[in-house]
C-alpha cells in the first residue's frame, strides 16, 4: 500500500494599500468536517501521541509559533521505535499549513507561550473519537531538547 506522507501546504499573501489578503489556495477544503481551535498558555503542555487509521489533519498556526511531530505507525496496538517522528515548526507569520495524513500519530507543542493552532479534519467528532488511539507523551520524541 503506498500511504500519504506529510507536507506543507505553502500559502501566500497580497499587499497593496488596503492592506493584506493571506491565502493557501493549495489547500482543498472539500474533505473538511470540522475545525477546532488549541491555545496552549504554557510552554510545558504537550498533547501527543494521537495515531488514526482515517482521520486526515490539518494544522495551521494562527499565533506564535507550535511544534507539531508526526510518526508513522507501523503496528497500532504497540508501535516499534522506529521509524522516529519527524517535526516541523509551524509559525504564525508563515502562512502554511501541515497536512498529516491516516497512518501516522501526531503530537504537538507550543514554542511560545500563548500560541494557538488551528486543527483541520475529514471526520466528525464521533468518527475521530471511534478512530483514534494513544500513546504516552513521553514516547519516542524529548520534546524539551531535540527540538529546534
Same mark, same amino acid.
Given at each position: #500500500?503506498?500511504?500519504?506522507?506529510?507536507?506543507?501546504?505553502?500559502?501566500?499573501?497580497?499587499?497593496?494599500?488596503?492592506?493584506?489578503? %493571506?491565502?493557501?489556495?493549495?489547500?482543498? #477544503?472539500? %474533505?473538511?468536517?470540522? #475545525?477546532?481551535?488549541?491555545?496552549?498558555?504554557?510552554? &510545558?503542555?504537550?498533547?501527543?501521541? &494521537?495515531?488514526?487509521?482515517?482521520?486526515?489533519?490539518?494544522?495551521?498556526?494562527?499565533?506564535? %509559533?507550535?511544534?507539531?511531530?508526526?510518526?508513522?505507525?507501523?503496528?497500532?496496538?504497540?508501535? %516499534?521505535?522506529?521509524?522516529?517522528?519527524?517535526?516541523?515548526?509551524?509559525?504564525?507569520?508563515?502562512? &502554511?499549513?501541515?497536512?498529516?495524513?491516516?497512518?501516522?500519530?501526531?503530537? $504537538?507543542?507550543?514554542?511560545?507561550?500563548?500560541?494557538?493552532? $488551528?486543527?483541520?479534519?475529514?471526520?466528525? $467528532?464521533?468518527?475521530?473519537?471511534?478512530?483514534?488511539?494513544?500513546?504516552?507523551?513521553?514516547?519516542?520524541?524529548?520534546?524539551?531538547?531535540?527540538?529546534?
Amino acid at each position: #500500500m503506498n500511504i500519504a506522507k506529510p507536507k506543507i501546504i505553502k500559502g501566500g499573501c497580497f499587499k497593496d494599500e488596503r492592506g493584506t489578503v %493571506s491565502f493557501i489556495n493549495d489547500f482543498n #477544503m472539500s %474533505s473538511i468536517k470540522r #475545525m477546532y481551535a488549541i491555545k496552549h498558555e504554557s510552554l &510545558q503542555t504537550i498533547r501527543a501521541w &494521537q495515531g488514526h487509521k482515517i482521520e486526515h489533519k490539518y494544522f495551521k498556526c494562527t499565533k506564535g %509559533s507550535f511544534a507539531v511531530a508526526w510518526k508513522k505507525i507501523d503496528n497500532y496496538k504497540c508501535p %516499534s521505535d522506529l521509524p522516529l517522528p519527524e517535526y516541523h515548526i509551524l509559525k504564525a507569520s508563515e502562512n &502554511q499549513i501541515l497536512s498529516i495524513p491516516p497512518g501516522y500519530m501526531n503530537g $504537538l507543542k507550543a514554542i511560545e507561550k500563548n500560541a494557538e493552532i $488551528l486543527v483541520f479534519s475529514n471526520l466528525n $467528532l464521533e468518527a475521530s473519537l471511534k478512530d483514534s488511539i494513544r500513546f504516552e507523551n513521553k514516547l519516542w520524541l524529548d520534546w524539551f531538547n531535540n527540538i529546534r
